[in-house]
T-cell receptor
Framework: DADVTQTPRNRITKTGKRIMLECSQT?????MYWYRQDPGLGLQLIYY???????NKGEISDGYSVSRQAQAKFSLSLESAIPNQTALYFC??????????????FGEGSRLTVL | DAKTTQPTSMDCAEGRAANLPCNHS???????VYWYRQIHSQGPQYIIH???NNETNEMASLIITEDRKSSTLILPHATLRDTAVYYC???????????FGKGTKLSVIP
């Protein structure tokens, strides 16, 4: 089983619908992240969390919200989806004890299409 | 964090060494150079990182110039499975954020 699991892997929805993408990890890491990737581009940070009580906005947080339900779970919500939120979304984790390694562990991605 | 410049794409023959360059001329003294790769649309995978010295692990070698303004990732014997987009990233020691640019699309050719 994957260390970082994202659900759903693929989702098609309509404009205005509420969508939740879920991420769970078995690595025991404190830090979790949500990234977005548009076709042909790099990854952009949406939100990150360093522990259960810590939530921080990234580069492109508008239109998104997150919830850190437990150390192992970090969900991303689109309250009212719009077509330009069509993208590939990645969850990632890192170990606070190895900050300087900069090593992130990524899930396999959730492809979201908003019609 | 300093910006990086990478070629858009490169080809490499299977079995040969793949040398991927990266320019980071504005890098500061406490910033590390990281390399990740992304195979097709999978999640990016960490490869290697370094500060000043050259580094080697089971996946690759990282050569950083003495002035630290550029670096080269070396895959010693490229295979078809190494076909991917390779990202060069500069990150400060105290920074939480990895900024992924467009990277270099490496195509390993049979």
């Amino acid at each position: 089983d994957a260390d970082v699991t994202q659900t759903p892997r693929n989702r098609i929805t309509k404009t205005g619908k509420r969508i939740m993408l879920e991420c769970s990890q078995t690595k025991g890491h404190d830090r979790m992240y949500w990234y977005r990737q548009d076709p042909g581009l790099g990854l952009q940070l949406i939100y990150y969390s360093f522990d259960v009580k810590d939530i921080n906005k990234g580069e492109i947080s508008d239109g998104y919200s997150v919830s850190r339900q437990a150390q192992a779970k970090f969900s991303l919500s689109l309250e009212s989806a719009i077509p330009n939120q069509t993208a590939l979304y990645f969850c990632a984790t890192s170990d606070a004890g190895t900050t300087n390694t900069g090593e992130l562990f990524f899930g396999e991605g959730s492809r979201l299409t908003v019609l | 964090d300093a910006k990086t410049t990478q070629p858009t794409s490169m080809d490499c023959a299977e079995g040969r060494a793949a040398n991927l360059p990266c320019n980071h001329s504005t890098i500061s003294g406490n910033e590390y150079v990281y390399w990740y790769r992304q195979i097709h649309s999978q999640g990016p995978q960490y490869i290697i990182h370094g500060l000043k010295n050259n580094e080697t692990n089971e996946m690759a070698s990282l050569i950083i110039t003495e002035d630290r303004k550029s670096s080269t990732l070396i895959l010693p014997h490229a295979t078809l499975r190494d076909t991917a987009v390779y990202y060069c990233i500069v990150k400060g020691a105290g920074s939480y954020q990895l900024t992924f640019g467009k990277g270099t699309k490496l195509s390993v050719i049979p």
